[in-house]
């Protein structure tokens, strides 16, 4: 895109100067960039083809090898990212507009109190978006796409799900159409020429933050031209749980087929090499994006964030493709981070999770966290490397299942009640997938524990530290004592909210624990949690 096209579409009132004085003021505050991509797996090698990403951002920053996501799947988690609250309190359960993505209530009650709402409006940041938002923002019975949220100065939003060809883009509320030609139309391309140009056309009187949501490496895997032939002899992991069968696990995982079939496998395996080339591109992306920032000065005045919306999965426990699972794979995320004050080369092994990043932009900017609902916590104590940092040693995992009421018919046998059986009719959610876990990471346990809302009550319960892959499900044999601690502290988050969201787990000095407050039997029974998200 050239020069002049956003020229044209920049609000004339950003490009007005500041004051000499309060733009001294406003030069002196850092300025943030935030790379989302779209199912960007860490477990499986998903950063792998980034070379340039981990040497312009992890080699000069600190990378956070427990990074999570509350819920694994794009819309709930990309509002986890702009509100910094728990499903249960921001009310996004999935990607329809019935589970609230980008409808007219998320409008009303959530946009307004997003990060980057609270950064243009209370603490001066010029603010800019382009990319994927949510996978329903453009909806015409949610607005279209001249809805524009509150809080952002420019912005490039795609209409719907991730695509690299053939979609519209909002144009700061006016759609604009795009085709299929790669050096005009390539979506991850489009967008790091429009964050080149906002850089090159800013204000320079006041701090910016910028969100870049690039579609790589989410579905159809549309590669640019130049990178169809590359990791050619590259396939899945092969990981001990790859193409087994998920015994002792929830039903819709046990329904896998396994063996999976050649032609699963041969689907899976080309994906996984299509979703490596798609994010070549990213990494151009990256390193214009860094020159641009260092040609302009403002390199060493700016944090620069990489991560993802979820995880995936390609044949673990014989699912082929896809997330929502509870799993390591489709819940860790890639969080790199580089910026003022952050020494290099750091790895930081806290556990983190993406509801923290609105409170750590907000604190980089100044903005007094107490004045916010959110559920997260700040990590620029981290990024600092302060000494003796109080950090959380777990956090909640929510998902509501999806399902279609009638049956697909390419899969006439399965019934009604389950979605995305593809391929070989190997389904990947259902309306029972309805689950909360608590993900534990303490100096002694390194634990999940998962409850289903369905009629089973099903329990899942892992000790990563013997388990890392997640394949021995040990409810029936762990501690009870323990099982009912972890069954009354997943009932204290999935009715946390705000400070109550942060308080000791399970394993910390701090935690207290009354027995009285459990159900009489002292069984482990599923907190019903569907009827409280809407």
Known sequence: ????????????????????????????????????????DVCLGGMTPLKK????????????????????????????????????????????????????????IQEPYTFPALLKAMCGYQTFFAGKYLNEYGAEDAGGVGHVPPGWSFWYALE?????????????????????????????????NMSLDFLEYKSNFEPFFMMIAPPAPHSPWT?????????????????SNFNIHGKNKHWLIRQA????????????????????QTLLSVDDLIEKLVKKLEANGELDNTYIFYTSDNGFHTGQFSLPIDKRQLYEFDIKVPLLVRGPGIKPSQTNKMLVANI???????????????????????????LRGDKNVTWRSDFLVEYQGEGYNGSDPTCPGLGPGVTHCFPDCVC?????????????????????????DDRE??????????????????????DQEILEKMNYRLMMLQSCSGATCRTPGVFDPGYRFDPRLMFNNHSVRARRFSAQFL
């Open 1 to 40: 895109m050239s020069s002049a096209v956003l020229l044209r579409v920049l609000p004339l009132a950003a490009m007005l100067l500041l004051s000499p004085a309060r733009a001294v003021r406003q030069a002196r505050r850092p300025n943030v960039v935030l790379i989302l991509t779209d199912d960007q």
């Open 53 to 108: 990403t981990k040497t312009l951002i992890a080699q000069m920053g600190i990378t956070f090898v427990n990074a999570y996501v509350p819920s694994a799947l794009c819309c709930p988690s990309r509002a986890s990212i702009l509100t910094g609250k728990y499903p249960h309190n921001h009310h996004v359960v999935n990607n329809t507009l019935e589970g609230n993505c980008s409808s007219k209530l998320w409008q009303k």
């Open 160 to 192: 719907k799900n991730s695509k690299y060809y053939n979609y519209t883009l909002s144009v700061n509320g006016k759609a604009r159409r795009h085709g299929e030609n790669y050096s005009v139309d390539y979506l991850t391309d489009v967008l790091a």
């Open 223 to 239: 590669p640019a031209p130049q990178y169809t032939k590359s990791f050619q002899n590259v396939s899945a992991p092969r990981n």
């Open 257 to 276: 087929k396994t063996p999976m079939s050649n032609s699963s496998i041969q689907f899976l395996d080309d994906a996984y090499r299509k979703r490596w």
């Open 356 to 382: 923290d990043l609105g409170p750590t932009i907000l604190d980089i900017a100044g903005y007094d966290l107490n004045k916010t609902q959110m559920d997260g916590m700040s990590l620029l104590p981290l």
């Open 428 to 452: 990947e959610d259902s309306y029972n997938n309805t689950y909360a876990c608590v993900r534990t990471l303490s100096a002694s346990w390194d634990l999940q524990y998962c409850e289903f």
């Open 457 to 478: 009550v099903f329990v899942e319960v892992y000790n990563l530290t013997a388990d890392p892959h997640q394949i021995n499900n040990i409810a029936k044999t762990i």
